[in-house]
């Protein structure tokens, strides 16, 4: 009878386990995501508003759907919806104009770094409305395009072997990092790569700074020399001509006082 017990015991048990298993199964359920590919640009170009504008392609991975409603938001604000697809994939295009009227802003009012957000709901064939945790960030900016040869004259306001090597011109390669951002062959202008620090303290060239441009301006953080933070000098210049592409740059090293004022004119 014991015998007898345990064995309709443990059968009751196995039972239970399956069950339990079968409804895990039934509660789990496929979803579907939306996939962004082919993105033509990235941001909005604000000395351009009126005709720029970003595109990519739309399409589905998941279960089947009927559609997918695209919404946007600027800054972080209430979504507004701007089109439904239902054919894929869909190309998509986003004018900075759109974006503006969709999320009440003047395109006028547009500030650099600010963000239009496109965001995806998909409707299931099976009756579901899916928000997605995919999105698409544009950006107000401007494009940049600094990457080349210059010649560059350099003025300098310290270092320890002045008056001699006040000045110095070379020729300087600008080069473009995936980051976006941007490397000079010498940040120094030569002083620490071919000038009296690389034979006096055995430096080499500032390759490795690297530095952006946004709408004209250059800017930086976080860079050095070798003995401490390399900064932008303030009150200095440090911007981009748009009509001659001349790049003037004004660093200072924080651990010794050096300085100088970059020019490159592209060659």
């Known amino acids: 009878m014991k015998n007898l017990f345990r064995s ?10 399956f069950m339990a298993c079968e409804e895990e199964e039934a509660r789990f359920v496929e979803g579907v995501v939306p996939e962004i590919s082919n993105i033509e640009g990235t941001i909005f170009n604000l000395t351009d508003v009126s005709n720029t504008s970003v595109s ?13 409603d695209a919404y946007i938001n600027y800054n972080g604000g209430a979504s507004s919806q701007i089109g439904t697809y239902s054919t894929f994939p869909s190309n998509i295009t986003v004018t900075a104009t759109e974006a503006a009227a969709a999320t009440g802003v003047n395109t006028s009012d547009i500030m650099i770094g600010d963000v239009f957000q496109v ?3 998909c409707n299931t064939q099976d009756g579901r409305a899916l928000k997605s945790n995919v999105t698409m960030d544009i950006v107000g900016s401007c494009p940049s395009a600094l990457e080349g040869t210059y010649s560059v004259f350099t003025t300098y306001g310290y270092h320890d072997y002045l008056p001699d090597y006040a000045e110095t011109t070379m020729e300087l390669t ?3 990092l995936e980051n976006g951002n941007y490397v000079s062959t010498d940040f120094s202008g030569g002083l620490y790569g071919s000038g009296p620090y690389s034979v006096e303290y055995n430096t080499g060239p500032l390759d490795a700074v690297e530095f952006s441009e946004v709408c004209g301006e250059i800017m930086w953080s976080g860079q050095s020399d070798p003995w401490g933070d390399l900064v ?8 981009v001509d ?3 592409g001349v790049i003037t740059i004004s660093w200072t090293a924080n651990a010794y006082g050096e300085n100088g004022v970059s020019v490159y004119t592209p060659l």
Not at 8 to 17: D, E, I, N, Q, T
Not at 56 to 68: H, K, R
Not at 232 to 238: E, K, L, Q, S, Y
């Open 242 to 244: 748009p009509a001659t």
């Open 56 to 68: 990519f392609d739309l399409n589905t991975i998941g279960v089947p759907v009927n559609s997918v």
């Open 174 to 176: 600008i080069s473009r």
């Open 119 to 121: 965001s995806f709901v």
């Open 8 to 17: 309709g015991l443990v059968l009751v048990v196995f039972s239970l386990f």
């Open 232 to 239: 932008m000098t303030a009150g200095g210049v440090n911007q």
